[in-house]
């Protein structure tokens, strides 16, 4: 079966510095998810990507983060000044296309930990 | 809006005994429904979901949930544990067409005793 990559699958990070998690979402997919998990917490919702823009995201997902797709395969998630309460599990999901009936396929995550 | 509640944090079953993982869902809508898993260092796996069609839903592995209307529930249950069946589970609740968002529960964590 097809798989979400995530690099990397650990990522220590000093308080302030900024932060780029990376996912190669399945090549043929067209919608791309960041979701994390707090220790002990739900696992939430960030945001959703399509045709190179956002199309959805949570309260969390303030001016510190941004998601980009630079190639054709990578999709990034950056924090630009970490605090503390950033330190969770991060996933990043992809899917071909909307709607129930599509699979949503996920990464087995980067787990961030500021210090 | 959605959400799900799990009971239970952690659950632990001998192997051969039944599994029971508790779901209940919060929604203004008619539900769509999910069970992913998440074994040590993998991603989330969808094992089942419901989407209005049969109440009895059949994943992979020998699980299957049951979608309860007046119970606002959805277990998930395995007549059998294996060993192979310890990991973490996750209930979720998506909106109506289940375009974007996954409400997720906290998890239960699923130990199988030899």
């Known amino acids: 079966e097809p798989e979400v990559t995530q690099t990397p699958s650990h990522q220590v990070t000093q308080m302030g510095q900024e932060v780029i998690l990376r996912c190669v979402p399945i090549s043929n997919h067209l919608y791309f998810y960041w979701y994390r998990q707090i220790l002990g917490q739900k696992v939430e919702f960030l945001v959703s990507f399509y045709n190179n823009e956002i199309s959805e995201k949570s309260e969390i997902f303030d001016d510190q983060f941004s998601v980009e797709r630079p190639d054709g395969s990578n999709f990034t998630l950056k924090i630009r000044s970490t605090k503390l309460e950033d330190s969770a599990m991060y996933f990043c999901?992809?899917?071909?296309?909307?709607?129930?009936?599509?699979?949503?396929?996920f990464g087995s995550g980067t787990q961030l930990s500021v210090l | 809006a959605q959400s799900v509640t799990q009971l239970g944090s952690h659950v632990s079953v001998s192997e051969g005994a039944l599994v029971l993982l508790r779901c209940n869902y919060s929604s203004s809508v008619p539900p769509y429904l999910f069970w992913y898993v998440q074994y040590p260092n993998q991603g989330l796996q969808l094992l089942l979901k419901y989407t209005s069609a049969a109440t009895l839903v059949k994943g992979i592995n020998g699980f299957e949930a049951e979608f309860k209307k007046s119970e606002t529930s959805f277990h998930l249950t395995k007549p059998s544990a294996h060993m192979s069946d310890a990991a973490e589970y996750f209930c979720a609740v998506s909106d109506l067409n289940g375009a974007n968002n996954l409400f997720f529960g906290t998890g239960t964590r699923l130990t199988v005793i030899p």
């Open positions: 999901a992809s899917r071909r296309d909307r709607g129930t009936n599509e699979k949503l396929f």
